[in-house]
């Protein structure tokens, strides 16, 4: 719809728009179905630029500034004298003895349900799903969303493969090149 732009309308406009008004405000003070588009299109047209202050919403909430973190201070000190680096001697590797896997403690019904579950608490279902004795550990999580004793069920170490089996499957994989 065309808002018909007059004399008085585009004057308006131009008063508003020097004033700081938003797009959006000049169009409801216009009325009469100027749109905020009609009035973006037609302060370009005109070739207003300028604007006493930018319109910005007023802020509903106040929000504190960040503190910055100050810039660590210039040494005062000269540099000391490099360092003399000896030579290293290699430590022998050992491996660590590998224990098994602690058994699982008989699970007892768990005090957290779906509705219960906080940030911090294991999420470690207990139960069959179906069930209405379902529930969660809701122990507090150590790192991540399981207790201690969930975590060591849930995150197994890699096992290595043997060194003799490796060797020959690398021996095969080589010799395969050639055949």
Not at 125 to 138: A, K, L, N, Q
Request: with cysteine; aromatic share 6%; net charge positive.
């Amino acid at each position: 719809m065309n808002p018909g732009w007059t004399e008085d309308r585009v004057g308006a406009l131009k008063k508003l728009w020097l004033e700081g008004q938003s797009a959006s405000q000049i169009a409801k003070a216009l009325g009469g179905g100027v749109t905020r588009n009609a009035v973006i299109g037609k302060v370009h047209r005109l070739g207003l630029s300028g604007r006493a202050a930018p319109s910005q919403p007023a802020r509903t909430t106040f929000r504190p500034a960040r503190p910055r973190a100050a810039a660590p201070a210039a040494p005062t000190q000269a540099p000391s004298a490099p360092r003399r680096i000896e030579a290293a001697v290699p430590r022998p590797v050992v491996a660590a003895p590998q224990t098994p896997a602690p058994a699982p403690a008989p699970e007892l019904a768990g005090t957290a349900t779906v509705l219960t579950l906080g940030a911090h608490m294991c999420k470690w279902p207990i139960g069959d799903p179906s069930t209405s004795e379902f529930s969660f550990c809701g122990r507090r999580a150590s790192e991540g969303v399981y207790c201690v004793e969930h975590a060591r069920v849930a995150y197994q170490p890699q096992v290595r493969k043997s060194a003799g089996k490796d060797a020959s499957s690398d021996l095969a994989r080589s010799l395969r090149r050639y055949i």
